[in-house]
Antibody
Framework: EVQLVESGGGVVQPGGSLRLTCAAS????????MNWVRQAPGKGLEWVSF????????FYADSVKGRFTISRDDAKNSLYLQMNSLRAEDTAVYYC????????????????WGQGTMVTVSS | DIQMTQSPSTLSASVGDRVTVTCRAS??????LAWYQQKPGKPPKLLIY???TLESGVPSRFSGSGSGTEFTLTISSLQPDDFATYYC????????FGQGTKVEIK
């Protein structure tokens, strides 16, 4: 079964740090573009960060640039998000999501999502 | 940055109704648009990609159309399982979501 499972969320004080992990299974993780997307309580979806296979390309939303770092370990089938200098407005459910591009299906929509992990930034 | 604007924000409808949600991009995104369905406490689910291609396993009552800057998601006959929030997403230049359209029971 194709699956993404996030972990590492929790409650952290403003200015603190947290590292999220997304464990992938059921597909060849190393060949897929991966993303983090977040959703503040009662709000819509916000794209956070992108990483390509081989870590050749990385992008960040302006709202997290300079504070968050995306990475991956293809040997461990894992995606990470290191979050530093956290602010109250970073409070959200964080999802990892796969871009489903293949030769048979050449499209970059987000076809697989994890269940999400909650990050709460509060004093 | 490309902005995505959905309308309406909330839609009240009954089972069996034909429902249409509109998504407008601030500049042309060709056909690089996806639609997602999200239910409370669950992650988004991909329904349609490349503006009009139905994702595998998605019921045929869902359809998408449009290109350039104007797009629509149509549910031909609303079913009880379809009451949810729907998001459009552009992936022509980075990734941006619309603000969502909640489809609620009338």
């Amino acid at each position: 079964e194709v699956q993404l499972v996030e972990s590492g969320g929790g409650v952290v004080q403003p200015g603190g740090s947290l590292r999220l992990t997304c464990a992938a299974s059921g597909f060849t993780f190393s060949t897929y573009n991966m993303n983090w997307v977040r959703q503040a309580p009662g709000k819509g979806l916000e794209w956070v960060s992108f990483i390509s296979p081989g870590i050749n390309t990385i992008f960040y939303a302006d709202s997290v640039k300079g504070r968050f770092t995306i990475s991956r370990d293809d040997a461990k089938n894992s995606l990470y998000l290191q979050m530093n200098s956290l602010r109250a407005e970073d409070t959200a459910v964080y999802y990892c999501a796969r871009q489903g591009w293949t030769l048979d299906r050449p499209d970059d929509a987000f076809d697989i999502w994890g269940q999400g992990t909650m990050v709460t930034v509060s004093s | 940055d490309i902005q995505m604007t959905q309308s309406p924000s909330t839609l009240s409808a009954s089972v069996g109704d034909r429902v249409t949600v509109t998504c407008r991009a601030s500049e042309s995104i060709n056909s690089w648009l996806a639609w997602y369905q999200q239910k409370p406490g669950k992650p988004p689910k991909l329904l349609i990609y490349k503006a009009s291609t139905l994702e595998s396993g998605v019921p045929s009552r869902f359809s998408g159309s449009g290109s350039g800057t104007e797009f629509t998601l149509t549910i031909s006959s609303l079913q009880p399982d379809d009451f949810a929030t729907y998001y459009c997403q552009q992936y022509n230049s980075y990734w941006t979501f619309g603000q969502g359209t909640k489809v609620e029971i009338k």
